[in-house]
């Protein structure tokens, strides 16, 4: 198979060394896209391991130790190591998965692994530890290391400058797709595969005491024996994984997309809403944007869905440029515009977070204006993780986040918006927002998570008069207004049913 040259500009030389031709295979290491379908680093791994007549080598691993570890995220990640399992021996590939526990330690699996590669390909994620174990493998190993953009259908690095509002990125999105939607990534068949060579599996003999089982015993058994930074539960009903994933976008289609712009603001439980639940295995790389766009752009079409459909009279505007469907061109919107912001945001300099430092000038000085303003409410940490306030509705997005691992979109932004007032200083409610956040929220630790947070501190968005107390020019959200405009009765009554044991919760 063949890497197009559309999607050459996704490709970043991260160490510039020389390819190895005489190495034994091509190393994949997979540590954000976890899947084997519509991923562009593994297609581009496949076609140079083509090109060399050498095997692929796939390696997925998973350390216990990062920022926020827990039973939650962990469980999810190891859910989708199963079906990567089973799909690498469908389509003929090898596939080393490593999980490190107490019993199974760190090793030097991957720079050993590295060593006896022509070339190493991997996921240029660009946030959180993704950039960090990047730069560190590149600077001990002696082969040619290759970051790969897979992160939207729109190859970030042709967007150009930072966006500063949504606005002016929905442009370029306009303008970049069609192109883009040609050259997407694939679903790969044995057949793709045809003229690369199987590797010998004794190359792996050395390792067959580290490779994760990949059975459902084998992710409780590792569980058990990880020690991880926070005692956060899995939740009961949410499994990880490409199948799950897969199941999820087909439910919505069928089910939820018709109604997107008109429900997918009211707060609703998961069952009742009209929001995707696709963020964590977009998060996790279980499933791309890729076959989502190909999915709901042919939903209910006799004829395959193609870009000289589009609405070019629409370009650069919210409605209209996708589909005659209300509905789903505002889904599209939002899965193109508004997550590509964050992720081009990170892209032009990848690093683990982004804090208030960031934010342009006139956001600088309003909050230098109303850091220290008088709060009409101070809460801790504590309080907050506990949903200890005095208002209901923020303490329901509260437990919902706690008990769910999910929190309603709209919510979402009300429940940071609420911190900044609650809080003694803009840095306090920032630690509180991103521990918080990244701590129990299945798709925390991403460049939208980060963009997110700020965006409730002004990001992307313009001053709102009149000047506030605490906010200043900020756009300002409250509890009550979400009441006036929404009916949360039946929100909060979710909230209940899913926190029985919680006691009083609500004030």
Sequence with gaps: MKFSDYNSIRVRDVNRVAIHADGEYVLYWMQAYRRLQYNHALEFALSEAERLKKPILIYEGLRMDYPWSSERIHQFILEGYLDNKQEAKELGLAYLPYVETSKVSRNKILFELSQKACMVVTDDFPAFITPIQISKLSSRIQCALFAVDSNGIIPLANYGDVAGAARILRFRVHKLFPSSYIHKSIKISKSDLKKIPALNPE???????????????????????????????????IRGGRKEALRILDEFISKKVNDYATQRSIPSSPEEGSSSLLSPYLHFGNISIDEILEKVLNYKRKSIWAPDLLNESSRGKREGYFHENDSINSFLDEL??????????????????????????????????????????????????????????????????VHTGRMH????????????????????????????????????????????????????????????????????????????????????????SITPGEGNLFG
């Design 409 to 496: 979109n709209y919510l979402r932004m009300l429940w940071a918006k609420k911190i900044i007032e609650w809080t003694k200083d803009y840095a306090t409610a920032y630690e509180y927002l991103e521990d918080l956040n990244n701590k129990y929220a299945y798709d925390g630790r991403d460049p939208n998570s980060y963009t997110g947070i700020l965006w409730s501190f002004g990001l992307f968005d313009r001053p709102w008069y009149p000047e506030r107390n605490v906010f200043g020019t900020i756009r300002y959200m409250s509890s009550d207004s979400t009441k006036k405009k929404f009916k949360v009765k039946p929100y909060l009554e979710y909230i209940k």
């Design 336 to 401: 193109l515009t508004w997550r590509d912001i964050g992720y081009l945001f990170f892209f032009k300099k990848p690093e683990f977070r982004k804090g208030l430092s960031v934010l342009p000038n006139w956001l600088q000085e309003n909050l230098k204006k109303h850091n220290r303003d008088k709060r009409e409410y101070l809460y801790s940490k504590k309080d907050l993780e506990k949903a200890k306030t005095h208002d209901e509705l923020w303490n329901a997005a509260q437990l919902e986040l």
């Design 203 to 237: 190359s792996l003999n050395k390792y067959r005491d580290s490779i994760f089982p990949c059975t459902e015993k084998s992710i409780r058994e590792a569980l058990q024996d990880s020690r991880f930074e926070s005692s956060v539960p899995s939740v009961k009903g």
